[in-house]
């Protein structure tokens, strides 16, 4: 192994006993409203699974996405636009960061009362998040792929008072596990299985996180001009309103340099959105480091 991928490779475990060092333990005190089920559906989201091999492209993903409370012209409303940014290292190490720009929703009287929402529609500025990830052991004829992946959410989110955004800090720290069960150059797709386990936090008031340990599962069939993942994930807190889970499905379409999705995601708690839509495209940008 080369100086700077093994350098690469111990980085993670130095941040995350760094990570433990610095932040804050279990809460008690805080304010237990700053939960998922208690705002809005972009606020406090569970994290799409990830693959602990990065891949040789920069991968640029736009998507429209929008949350519904239930089918049909009634109930709550969300729509966001949505950027994610993979820049990869060599095979070893990738840097991350995605947003939302703005959530543009509304909901219904219902909603409005149980959430305590100043509001029952606007458009409200959304957050960012950034972090990366760390392939820690290559995989093997049995092992998996192991990575490490750190995440920590911006507050430019608003809109509190509304319930859309939390206007505080969360972090995400997940172990990532990637595995062939077919490989590529069959006869038929590659099928390969993602998972993850691990911890995430927000912060609850001044000085006060709420803690959830968090997971998920990803099965994917992967061809040579087309894709579909079916993912579960969620996490699960220690107080009350705080365990979205959802299933997902997710199509691509990948002819060339331009691939094409469209993900249809179903909450399985009530601290999840019940319905959600995501079409996008995903840009490959060849690097010249990798």
Same mark, same amino acid.
């Given at each position: 192994m080369s100086g700077l991928a093994h350098k690469i490779r111990m980085?993670? &475990? +130095?941040?995350? =006993? $760094? +990570? &433990?060092?610095l932040l804050p333990g279990r809460s008690w005190g805080g304010d237990p409203s700053v939960a998922p089920g208690r705002m809005g559906p972009n606020a406090l989201p569970t994290i799409p699974n990830a693959d602990p091999v990065p891949d040789d492209d920069i /991968? @640029?993903? /736009?998507? &429209? &996405? =929008?949350? +519904? #409370?239930? /089918?049909?012209? %009634?109930?709550?409303? =969300?729509?966001t636009p949505y950027a994610h940014l993979v820049i990869p290292f060599r095979g070893v190490a990738a840097f991350e960061a995605d947003g939302v720009p703005f959530e543009s929703w509304r909901v219904s009287p219902q909603t409005q009362l149980r959430l305590g929402a100043r509001g029952s529609s606007g458009r409200t500025p959304g957050d960012v998040r950034f972090g990366a990830r760390f392939l820690l052991c290559s995989?093997?004829? @049995?092992?998996? =792929?192991? %990575?490490?992946?750190? $995440?920590?959410? #911006?507050?430019?989110g608003k809109g509190f008072i509304d319930r859309r955004f939390t206007n505080s800090p969360a972090y995400v720290l997940d172990l990532i596990f990637g595995k062939d069960l077919v490989g590529p150059g069959g006869p038929g797709p590659r099928i390969r299985l993602l998972a993850k386990a691990g911890f995430t936090a927000w912060e609850q008031g001044a000085n006060d996180q709420d803690d959830a340990l968090d997971g998920g599962a990803t099965l994917q069939l992967l061809g040579a001009w087309a894709g579909l993942d079916l993912e579960w994930r969620g996490y699960f %807190?220690?107080?009350?309103?705080?365990?979205p889970q959802l299933l997902g499905l997710r199509g691509m379409l990948t002819p060339g340099v331009i691939d094409f999705t469209l993900t249809v995601n179903r909450g399985l708690s009530a601290d999840a959105p019940a319905w959600e839509a995501r079409v996008g495209v995903v840009l490959h940008i060849p690097t010249f480091w990798n």
């Open positions: 980085g993670p &475990a +130095l941040l995350l =006993a $760094l +990570l &433990a060092l /991968l @640029v993903d /736009l998507q &429209a &996405a =929008a949350q +519904l #409370s239930e /089918l049909g012209l %009634g109930g709550d409303r =969300a729509f995989e093997g004829a @049995v092992r998996p =792929a192991i %990575g490490f992946r750190f $995440l920590t959410k #911006s507050t430019t %807190g220690w107080e009350k309103r705080d365990k």
